[in-house]
Protein backbone atom coordinates (compact mmCIF):
# COMPACT_ATOMS: atom_id res chain seq x y z
CA UNK A 1 0.00 0.00 0.00
CA UNK A 2 1.68 3.39 -0.81
CA UNK A 3 0.24 7.00 0.75
CA UNK A 4 0.33 10.08 -0.89
CA UNK A 5 -0.20 13.47 0.76
CA UNK A 6 -0.27 16.39 -1.84
CA UNK A 7 0.53 20.07 -0.71
CA UNK A 8 1.27 23.31 -2.03
CA UNK A 9 -2.00 24.36 -3.82
CA UNK A 10 -3.79 27.70 -3.14
CA UNK A 11 -4.42 30.75 -5.30
CA UNK A 12 -2.25 32.61 -7.46
CA UNK A 13 -2.22 35.80 -9.89
CA UNK A 14 -2.57 34.95 -13.69
CA UNK A 15 1.77 34.68 -14.48
CA UNK A 16 2.57 33.54 -11.09
CA UNK A 17 4.37 30.29 -9.96
CA UNK A 18 3.76 27.09 -7.32
CA UNK A 19 4.94 24.49 -6.11
CA UNK A 20 3.74 21.36 -5.54
CA UNK A 21 4.49 18.72 -3.40
CA UNK A 22 3.41 14.90 -3.65
CA UNK A 23 5.29 13.00 -0.06
CA UNK A 24 4.94 9.45 -0.55
CA UNK A 25 4.64 6.43 2.67
CA UNK A 26 4.46 2.97 2.11
CA UNK A 27 7.67 -0.02 2.10
CA UNK A 28 7.95 -0.21 -1.58
CA UNK A 29 6.80 3.90 -2.81
CA UNK A 30 9.78 4.59 -4.22
CA UNK A 31 9.69 1.73 -6.42
CA UNK A 32 6.81 3.67 -8.56
CA UNK A 33 6.37 6.04 -10.81
CA UNK A 34 4.21 9.32 -9.72
CA UNK A 35 2.49 11.03 -11.97
CA UNK A 36 -0.10 14.66 -12.10
CA UNK A 37 -2.89 14.57 -13.22
CA UNK A 38 -5.49 17.73 -12.34
CA UNK A 39 -9.32 17.83 -13.17
CA UNK A 40 -11.05 21.26 -13.60
CA UNK A 41 -14.96 21.38 -12.86
CA UNK A 42 -16.95 19.60 -15.70
CA UNK A 43 -13.70 18.25 -17.30
CA UNK A 44 -12.14 14.85 -17.42
CA UNK A 45 -9.04 13.78 -15.73
CA UNK A 46 -5.67 15.29 -17.87
CA UNK A 47 -1.89 14.10 -17.62
CA UNK A 48 0.44 16.98 -16.53
CA UNK A 49 3.39 14.70 -16.38
CA UNK A 50 5.14 11.83 -14.28
CA UNK A 51 8.65 10.54 -13.61
CA UNK A 52 10.44 7.56 -13.00
CA UNK A 53 12.25 6.26 -10.04
CA UNK A 54 15.33 6.88 -12.64
CA UNK A 55 14.18 10.46 -12.97
CA UNK A 56 13.10 9.95 -16.60
CA UNK A 57 9.94 11.82 -16.87
CA UNK A 58 7.20 12.63 -19.30
CA UNK A 59 5.30 16.18 -19.49
CA UNK A 60 2.12 16.92 -21.06
CA UNK A 61 3.09 18.87 -24.77
CA UNK A 62 0.36 21.60 -23.89
CA UNK A 63 2.19 22.40 -20.75
CA UNK A 64 5.95 21.92 -21.57
CA UNK A 65 7.72 24.79 -20.92
CA UNK A 66 5.54 25.82 -18.26
CA UNK A 67 5.24 22.85 -15.84
CA UNK A 68 8.62 20.44 -14.76
CA UNK A 69 8.04 17.67 -12.62
CA UNK A 70 10.89 16.48 -10.10
CA UNK A 71 11.90 14.11 -7.39
CA UNK A 72 13.81 13.79 -4.41
CA UNK A 73 14.19 9.85 -3.75
CA UNK A 74 15.79 10.59 -0.60
CA UNK A 75 12.81 12.68 0.75
CA UNK A 76 9.90 10.16 -1.12
CA UNK A 77 8.74 13.79 -2.65
CA UNK A 78 7.93 14.29 -6.14
CA UNK A 79 7.20 17.71 -6.96
CA UNK A 80 5.57 19.88 -9.55
CA UNK A 81 7.09 23.74 -10.28
CA UNK A 82 4.46 24.98 -12.05
CA UNK A 83 5.09 28.60 -13.85
CA UNK A 84 3.41 31.59 -15.35
CA UNK A 85 -0.08 29.82 -14.07
CA UNK A 86 -2.82 30.82 -16.22
CA UNK A 87 -6.46 30.89 -15.29
CA UNK A 88 -6.94 27.74 -17.03
CA UNK A 89 -4.77 25.89 -15.11
CA UNK A 90 -7.19 26.20 -11.70
CA UNK A 91 -7.94 22.54 -11.22
CA UNK A 92 -7.77 19.59 -8.12
CA UNK A 93 -3.92 18.58 -8.85
CA UNK A 94 -3.77 15.19 -7.84
CA UNK A 95 -0.39 12.76 -7.58
CA UNK A 96 -0.82 9.20 -8.00
CA UNK A 97 1.71 6.44 -8.12
CA UNK A 98 1.85 3.50 -10.31
CA UNK A 99 3.53 2.58 -13.80
CA UNK A 100 5.03 5.08 -15.68
CA UNK A 101 2.49 6.33 -18.10
CA UNK A 102 0.35 9.16 -19.24
CA UNK A 103 -2.84 7.22 -18.78
CA UNK A 104 -4.41 7.30 -15.50
CA UNK A 105 -5.59 3.55 -15.31
CA UNK A 106 -2.09 2.71 -15.57
CA UNK A 107 -1.76 4.22 -11.78
CA UNK A 108 -3.27 2.16 -8.47
CA UNK A 109 -2.67 4.85 -5.71
CA UNK A 110 -4.43 8.59 -5.46
CA UNK A 111 -3.89 11.10 -2.77
CA UNK A 112 -7.04 13.42 -2.35
CA UNK A 113 -5.39 16.54 -4.15
CA UNK A 114 -4.86 19.95 -3.84
CA UNK A 115 -6.50 22.82 -5.43
CA UNK A 116 -4.74 25.12 -7.65
CA UNK A 117 -6.72 28.44 -8.22
CA UNK A 118 -5.12 31.39 -10.94
CA UNK A 119 -7.09 34.19 -10.68
CA UNK A 120 -7.04 36.78 -13.76
Known amino acids: QVQLVESGGGLVQAGGSLRLSCTAS????????IAWFRQAPGTERQFVAT???????LHADSLKGRFTISRDNAENTVYLQMSSLKPEDTAIYYCAAGVFSQFSGSYNFWGQGTQVTVSS
Open 51 to 57: IRPSGAT
Open 26 to 33: GRTSSNYA
